[in-house]
C-alpha cells in the first residue's frame, strides 16, 4: 500500500510557534522534488513537544498543501493508548491517509501488551496503520512474531523497521508476506532492506535532499540496483551527516543552512553550534551535487 520515498518531515518554528508559512513551502518543495509521500508528526517532526492542537495543525496544513498529490501518514502513536486513539482519531478527522504508530516508550510492555496495544488502535479506526519499531528510542522491540500477528488484521499495513538489523528485517518480510510493507526507518538502511523486499523508505534526509533519494529508492524498487548503489554511496556521506547529533538537531539544522526553515527547536532539542556544525557544513558543502540549488528551495 506504501511505496517509495515517504518523508519524515521537520516541524518549522519561528518564536516559538509553528511556522505554518514555512510548512507550507516544505510540503510543496517535497512534493515538487518528487517524494512520494509524507510523515508529519513523528520524533523528526518533534512530536514530543507539540502540543495537541499544535498537533491538528500541522497534520492539517500537510493534508491540505499535499492535496491528494501524495499520501499523508501521520505520526499519532502514544505510549498511552487512549491517547494514540485520540490522536488518530484526530488525523482521520482531517484527511490523512495513513497512521504511523510507534511502540509505546518508557512502558516496556510485553509482547502481548504490545499486540493488544496495536490491535485496540486499529479497530479504532479506518485508517491504514504503519506500526514503527525502533527500540534504540523506545526501549522495546516488537517481534516478528507479534508483527506477523498483528499483520493478520486489515488496517495493519506494514512496519517502519529502525531496528539496524537485517535478521529482524528477512524473518519480518518472511513472516508477514508480500502484501504487508516493510519500510526502512533509518537512511543507511534503505538499500538492504529494499533487497530483501522491503517497499520503500520513511526517510530523514529526504528533507534536504528529496530528488536524489526518491531517485534511488525509484532505481532500487525498480530493480535497477546498479544505478540504486551508485546513488546510495553518493548519499551516504550525508545520511552518516544526520547522525552527528541526535534527531531531528542535524537535520533541522542543514535545512535552515540551505534556507528552508529556521533552525528553531524546542527545549530539550538544541540547535547544533561550535566543530558539528562545521562538520555539518562540510558535508553540506561537499555534497551539494545532491542537494537543491537555490532556485528548487
Same mark, same amino acid.
Given at each position: /500500500?506504501?511505496?517509495?520515498?515517504?518523508?519524515?518531515?521537520?516541524?518549522?518554528?519561528?518564536?516559538?510557534?509553528?511556522?505554518?508559512?514555512?510548512?507550507?513551502?516544505?510540503?510543496?518543495?517535497?512534493?515538487?522534488?518528487?517524494?512520494?509521500?509524507?510523515?508529519?508528526?513523528?520524533?523528526?517532526?518533534?512530536?514530543?513537544?507539540?502540543?495537541?492542537?499544535?498537533?491538528?495543525?500541522?497534520?492539517?496544513?500537510? *493534508?491540505?498543501?499535499?492535496?491528494?498529490? *501524495?499520501?499523508? *501518514?501521520?505520526?499519532?502513536?502514544?505510549?498511552?493508548?487512549?491517547?494514540? #486513539?485520540?490522536?488518530?482519531?484526530?488525523?482521520?478527522?482531517?484527511?490523512?491517509?495513513?497512521?504511523?504508530?510507534?511502540?509505546?516508550?518508557?512502558?516496556?510492555?510485553?509482547?502481548?501488551? %504490545?499486540?493488544?496495544?496495536?490491535?485496540?488502535?486499529?479497530?479504532?479506526?479506518?485508517?491504514?496503520? =504503519? %506500526?514503527?519499531? #525502533?527500540?534504540?528510542?523506545?526501549?522495546?522491540?516488537?517481534?516478528?512474531?507479534? #508483527?506477523?500477528?498483528?499483520?493478520?488484521?486489515?488496517?495493519?499495513?506494514?512496519?517502519?523497521?529502525?531496528?539496524?538489523?537485517?535478521?529482524?528485517?528477512?524473518?519480518?518480510?518472511?513472516?508477514?508476506?508480500?502484501?504487508?510493507?516493510?519500510?526502512?526507518? +533509518?537512511? !543507511?538502511?534503505?538499500?538492504?532492506? =529494499? !533487497? %530483501?523486499?522491503?517497499?520503500?523508505?520513511?526517510?530523514?534526509?529526504?528533507?534536504?535532499?528529496?530528488?536524489?533519494? !526518491?531517485?534511488?529508492?525509484?532505481? %532500487?524498487? +525498480?530493480?535497477?540496483?546498479?544505478?540504486?548503489?551508485?546513488?546510495?554511496?553518493?548519499?551516504?556521506?550525508?545520511?552518516?551527516?544526520?547522525?552527528?547529533?541526535?534527531?531531528?538537531?542535524?537535520?533541522?539544522?542543514?535545512?535552515?543552512?540551505?534556507?528552508?526553515? !529556521?533552525?528553531? /527547536?524546542?527545549?530539550?532539542?538544541?540547535?547544533?553550534?561550535?566543530?558539528?556544525?562545521?562538520?555539518?557544513?562540510?558535508?553540506?558543502?561537499?555534497?551539494?551535487?545532491?542537494?537543491?540549488?537555490?532556485?528548487?528551495?
Amino acid at each position: /500500500m506504501f511505496s517509495g520515498t515517504f518523508t519524515a518531515l521537520i516541524t518549522p518554528f519561528r518564536n516559538g510557534e509553528v511556522d505554518v508559512e514555512a510548512l507550507e513551502g516544505l510540503v510543496e518543495f517535497q512534493i515538487q522534488q518528487g517524494v512520494d509521500g509524507l510523515v508529519p508528526c513523528g520524533t523528526t517532526g518533534e512530536s514530543p513537544t507539540l502540543s495537541e492542537e499544535e498537533d491538528r495543525l500541522v497534520v492539517e496544513t500537510v *493534508v491540505r498543501v499535499a492535496n491528494g498529490r *501524495v499520501p499523508v *501518514v501521520a505520526g499519532t502513536g502514544s505510549n498511552s493508548t487512549d491517547m494514540a #486513539i485520540r490522536y488518530t482519531k484526530m488525523a482521520e478527522e482531517v484527511g490523512a491517509d495513513g497512521s504511523l504508530q510507534v511502540s509505546p516508550y518508557y512502558n516496556k510492555p510485553t509482547q502481548e501488551g %504490545l499486540f493488544r496495544h496495536f490491535a485496540t488502535i486499529a479497530e479504532s479506526t479506518s485508517l491504514p496503520i =504503519i %506500526l514503527y519499531n #525502533i527500540p534504540g528510542r523506545t526501549s522495546v522491540n516488537i517481534s516478528p512474531e507479534t #508483527i506477523a500477528r498483528l499483520a493478520d488484521i486489515p488496517n495493519i499495513v506494514g512496519v517502519k523497521e529502525a531496528t539496524l538489523s537485517m535478521n529482524m528485517a528477512a524473518e519480518t518480510k518472511q513472516l508477514c508476506g508480500e502484501e504487508f510493507d516493510v519500510l526502512s526507518g +533509518d537512511d !543507511s538502511m534503505t538499500l538492504p532492506i =529494499i !533487497s %530483501l523486499g522491503g517497499s520503500g523508505v520513511i526517510a530523514v534526509a529526504s528533507n534536504i535532499a528529496p530528488g536524489a533519494y !526518491s531517485r534511488m529508492v525509484r532505481s %532500487l524498487l +525498480d530493480g535497477d540496483f546498479r544505478r540504486g548503489r551508485e546513488l546510495y554511496y553518493e548519499l551516504l556521506p550525508l545520511f552518516k551527516a544526520m547522525t552527528i547529533e541526535t534527531n531531528p538537531i542535524p537535520v533541522k539544522t542543514a535545512a535552515s543552512l540551505l534556507g528552508l526553515c !529556521s533552525d528553531e /527547536m524546542r527545549l530539550p532539542m538544541m540547535p547544533m553550534e561550535g566543530e558539528n556544525l562545521e562538520k555539518l557544513r562540510l558535508a553540506i558543502e561537499q555534497q551539494s551535487h545532491l542537494l537543491p540549488t537555490p532556485e528548487e528551495v
